[in-house]
């Protein structure tokens, strides 16, 4: 991976900080894209420490802001030409149904609509660089979401907020799909990954009871980031795209994700919703 410039979002922690250590590791240049400076800054250096890799850049960016990601993207051509892989690893998962600033409920602005816009506004990198990949950070919960093109963010549903997460995550999965046949021939990959049942930070305000649960039986995030490192760096998946990963391995995701009906509307209602 020498000489490989890496995009993580979501680097300072959990899952994200585990990836961009393992591809510091292999020499990479690891570009972390964090919400917090404090504590990406704080990654940082104990990424650089603990693999004597120094070529770890950060960057600084709230993803559930569309100007941000923007601005980032502006920053981050200004200083690197090249991108050979992109990993979308940041996400939410809240119980509590709250709009982002630019008025789209968080789940969905930070699982679906972030993915999106950064993927699709660093394409031209991505091209330029090929073979490329993008690697989106899924998770099985999409096999428990819907969509509903009158109420896409689910934004008058009741019920459990893993059904809010999971429906985000499917949305993530079906515009995945979409992009790896827009790129077909562009030798640009992309695909799904589910990281199993990791214990993160991401449902941070979950219940005592839920967190204790998770600190007993989920699994380390450096377990988590396996498959994320398997499809960043592996000659064996050369030119794979389109598919859903688990394990490292090739696994059928839930029938709705391969509805290319839903996937080319939904494409086309996402390019709306952030202005592309």
């Not at 660093?122 to 990949?133: E, G, Q």
Request: hydrophobic residues 35%; aromatic residues 8%; glycine residues 6%.
């Amino acid at each position: 991976m020498e000489g490989k410039i890496c995009i993580v979002t979501g680097a300072n922690s959990g899952i994200g900080k585990a990836t961009a250590i393992g591809l510091a590791k292999m020499n990479a240049t690891v570009v972390m894209l964090c919400r917090s400076k404090e504590r990406g800054e704080e990654a940082k250096k104990e990424i650089i420490e603990l693999t004597g890799n120094n070529n770890v850049d950060l960057f600084i960016c709230d993803l559930s802001s569309q100007k941000e990601i923007r601005d980032f993207v502006t920053e981050f051509k200004s200083k690197y030409q090249n991108l050979n892989v992109l990993i979308n690893n940041a996400g939410v998962m809240l119980s509590k149904k709250l709009l982002s600033v630019d008025g789209f409920e968080t789940n969905f602005a930070v699982n679906h609509l972030a993915p999106f816009l950064l993927t699709n506004l660093l394409l031209d990198n991505l091209k330029k660089s090929a073979p490329s990949r993008v690697i989106n950070v899924g998770s099985a919960a999409h096999r428990m979401g819907k969509i509903d093109f009158e109420d896409l963010q689910r934004k008058n549903r009741k019920g459990r907020f893993f059904r809010l997460y999971g429906s985000s995550k499917l949305a993530m999965t079906l515009v995945s799909y979409e992009l790896s046949r827009k790129l077909e021939g562009s030798h640009v990959t992309v695909n799904v990954v589910h990281p199993g049942l990791i214990n993160t930070k991401l449902g941070r305000d979950r219940s005592s009871s839920r967190k204790s649960f998770a600190n007993k039986f989920l699994k380390s995030p450096e377990i988590g980031a396996e498959t994320s490192i398997f499809l960043a760096s592996s000659p064996e998946v050369e030119g794979i795209t389109g598919k859903y990963f688990a394990k490292k391995k090739q696994k059928p995701s839930s029938k709705v994700s391969y509805n290319e009906e839903y996937a080319k509307r939904l494409w086309e209602i996402s390019l709306e919703m952030t202005k592309l």
